[in-house]
Nanobody, 124 residues
Framework: QLQLVESGGGLVQPGGSLRLSCVGS????????LAWFRQAPGKKREGVSS????????DYADSVKGRFAISRDNAKNTLYLQMNDLKPEDTGVYYC?????????????????WGQGTQVTVSS
């Protein structure tokens, strides 16, 4: 059973940066498609970015393209999300997700395993 634990959230001013991490345990990360989702207060959870298994192809929501970068280190069983030029609308709980398949759509119904989330607040 894959377990996911996120870290790296916090309070940051607009224009600032944060790096989120998600560590997997229980099984080898290597064959899992991975993704980041977020949920703002009063809103539905939305996909932020995903990364495939074999080619490490990344996909991003339009709202974060050019500002966020997803990466994975299979040797460390860790997924990352580098977030730059943060905006107040990036505020929310960020979740990592995994699914035992290669190319998974950035849709929460497509992912089986979820972390508990880490809070990101962008405010001056």
């Amino acid at each position: 059973q894959l377990q996911l634990v996120e870290s790296g959230g916090g309070l940051v001013q607009p224009g600032g940066s944060l790096r989120l991490s998600c560590v997997g345990s229980g099984v080898n990360f290597h064959y899992y498609a991975l993704a980041w989702f977020r949920q703002a207060p009063g809103k539905k959870r939305e996909g932020v970015s995903s990364i495939t298994v074999f080619t490490n192809r990344a996909d991003y929501a339009d709202s974060v393209k050019g500002r966020f970068a997803i990466s994975r280190d299979n040797a460390k069983n860790t997924l990352y999300l580098q977030m730059n030029d943060l905006k107040p609308e990036d505020t929310g709980v960020y979740y990592c997700a995994a699914d035992y398949s290669d190319d998974v759509p950035l849709n929460e119904n497509s992912y089986e395993y979820w972390g508990q989330g880490t809070q990101v607040t962008v405010s001056s």
